[in-house]
């Protein structure tokens, strides 16, 4: 049950504000967006010569809309130098020779070999295998911390001392450490982990090289209890954050097995080790087999009691399953800023990639109770109370990004998204159209609530059409604008 993806900011919490809050500033920032509806690489939907290009004809002008945390977020200063310096550090834990450090490439290039290929005569605990083990911490471990960082930088885990996490299929304690590395706020905390996994030797070499990763920040390390076993074996206590990272990619290898009772029985599983009030993230790597599985996990885990926070603006079906044919929810970012050591190693090993993806739900269980508030029982509703009601019954519409931008005709930019009235397009033409070029795959955008009935949909993919340049103007102005009658 170890952890392996065959797919080739300073987070301080200071001040009252939330730090994933403060991120969605930067929403739009490195590189392209990306998770296209089919291919392993984004699929360019080029339906006419250019987008956003032709001189603009006057008009409104264009106002960006207002955007909510992202899924990624480049990484803090003090964490990118851990990422930079994670090969040095894992030669600490587990020196290489001259010759082992020659031959690391032919061996990551096997690793991946049997981890793609020739997966199901896999035997399970391979990575007791020294060489395995070694070649696996510095690549896929290498890459798996980058993709796990940038997400962290923005995902709203909250924690509190003397709480107890869970990471089951630990291997080299992945996760963990990338917590670490992401979340300095979560540092100064008391927090212990089980790290469930069947290969002792990657536990023991995990716990190593977090505490080797904690002694370079000065803070005291998590107390780390190393669990050896499968998925299903007991821990001490319930726990507030479950959290499984590649893991669920390598259990359901048997086609005869559906996938659908096997989500079922893994969400049962998962929320057996959580508090009511826990918060459970699953990540697997970002293609379409995985991602159907991750979708079907937020179902199951929704009948368990927990609802997703991220990446999903909502609560209702999933718009992007990922069944045959269909298109399905991953989130890429470009590889410019990874560590460069970790390029030439990927170079070296003929696995080099310039886009990296994962699959993911985060999901919570039932909130502390609310207090009600008090109704007034005499004197007239005052206006802000009176907007405020309206705006409940009327809230903007939230759409995560899903895919890279593609061109429509009449020189208009568009996105896929998510959101609660199902998939839909968002284009926009000159401004908005290089506006949508900008927006990064899991951008989220709180655009005005549309009539749904009024929508038209896409005739090549079926979602529902937002045009961010073409809103219609509030009923009231409608009304102001027309000549009085005389």
């Known amino acids: 049950?170890?952890?392996?993806?065959?797919?080739?900011?300073?987070?301080?919490?200071?001040?009252?504000?939330?730090?994933?809050?403060?991120?969605?500033?930067?929403?739009?920032?490195?590189?392209?967006?990306?998770?296209?509806?089919?291919?392993?690489?984004?699929?360019?939907?080029?339906?006419?010569?250019?987008?956003?290009?032709?001189?603009?004809?006057?008009?409104?002008?264009?106002?960006?809309?207002?955007?909510?945390?992202?899924?990624?977020?480049?990484p803090g200063k003090d964490a990118q130098k851990l990422l930079d310096r994670f090969f040095d550090l894992s030669l600490d834990v587990l020196p290489l020779d001259s010759r082992k450090l020659q031959q690391l490439p032919n061996d990551i290039k096997e690793l991946s070999h049997e981890l793609t290929d020739e997966r199901s005569e896999?035997?399970?605990?391979?990575?007791n295998d020294p060489a395995t083990l070694s070649a696996y911490i510095r690549y896929y471990q290498w890459w798996n911390l980058v993709r796990l960082v940038k997400l962290f930088s923005t995902l709203p885990v909250t924690l509190k001392a003397g709480d107890t996490l869970a990471d089951l299929g630990s291997g080299p304690l992945t996760l963990p450490i990338a917590l670490w590395i992401a979340r300095p706020d979560?540092?100064?905390?008391?927090?212990?982990?089980?790290?469930?996994?069947?290969?002792?030797?990657?536990?023991?070499?995990?716990?190593?090289?977090?505490?080797?990763?904690?002694?370079?920040?000065g803070c005291e390390p998590w107390t780390i209890v190393r669990v050896k076993g499968a998925m299903g074996v007991p821990l001490r206590k319930k726990v507030s954050f479950v959290a499984s990272a590649n893991m669920f990619n390598e259990m359901y290898l048997d086609d005869s097995v559906s996938v659908f009772d096997f989500a079922d029985s893994q969400a049962r599983d998962l929320a057996s080790y959580a508090l009511p009030d826990a918060s459970i993230l699953v990540v697997e790597p970002g293609i379409p087999r995985t991602a159907n599985?991750?979708?079907l996990m937020r179902r199951a885990l929704m009948k368990e009691g927990f609802a997703p926070a991220a990446p999903c603006p909502h609560e209702e079906r999933c718009p992007f399953p990922g069944e045959r044919g269909k298109k399905w929810c991953h989130f890429v970012f470009d590889t410019a800023s990874a560590p460069e050591g970790l390029k030439k190693l990927s170079e070296q090993a003929g696995l080099a990639k310039d886009r990296a993806a994962l699959s993911f739900v985060f999901s919570r269980g039932a909130e502390a109770a609310v207090q009600p508030v008090e109704e007034k029982t005499s004197g007239a509703e005052d206006s802000l109370s009176m907007l405020s009601r309206m705006s409940e019954m009327y809230p903007p519409l939230r759409v995560r990004i899903i895919s890279d931008p593609i061109r429509l005709p009449g020189y208009r930019?568009?996105?896929?998204?998510?959101?609660?009235?199902?998939?839909?397009?968002?284009?926009?033409?000159?401004?908005?159209?290089?506006?949508?070029?900008?927006?990064?795959?899991?951008?989220?955008?709180?655009?005005?609530?549309?009539?749904?009935?009024?929508?038209?949909?896409?005739?090549?993919?079926?979602?529902?059409?937002?045009?961010l340049d073409r809103s219609k103007p509030p009923a009231r102005q409608e009304r102001q604008d027309r000549p009085e009658r005389r």
């Not at 009252?16 to 939907?45: M, S, V």
């Not at 290089?434 to 079926?462: F, H, I, T, V």
């Open 413 to 467: 930019t568009g996105l896929y998204g998510c959101s609660d009235i199902g998939m839909v397009l968002v284009s926009g033409g000159y401004e908005a159209a290089k506006y949508l070029e900008q927006c990064a795959s899991g951008s989220c955008l709180e655009l005005p609530r549309p009539n749904r009935k009024e929508l038209d949909r896409d005739p090549k993919s079926g979602a529902l059409l937002i045009e």
């Open 1 to 74: 049950m170890t952890k392996h993806d065959n797919q080739s900011p300073d987070n301080s919490g200071a001040d009252h504000i939330p730090f994933y809050e403060k991120i969605a500033t930067r929403n739009r920032r490195g590189g392209r967006a990306g998770g296209a509806p089919r291919g392993g690489r984004p699929d360019r939907d080029e339906r006419s010569p250019r987008a956003g290009g032709a001189p603009r004809a006057g008009g409104r002008p264009f106002t960006p809309p207002k955007e909510c945390t992202p899924v990624f977020a480049a």
């Open 293 to 295: 599985f991750v979708s």
């Open 122 to 127: 896999r035997r399970k605990g391979y990575m």
């Open 186 to 217: 979560l540092r100064e905390l008391p927090l212990t982990w089980y790290c469930v996994d069947l290969s002792s030797g990657a536990l023991s070499a995990g716990e190593e090289l977090f505490l080797k990763i904690a002694a370079e920040t």
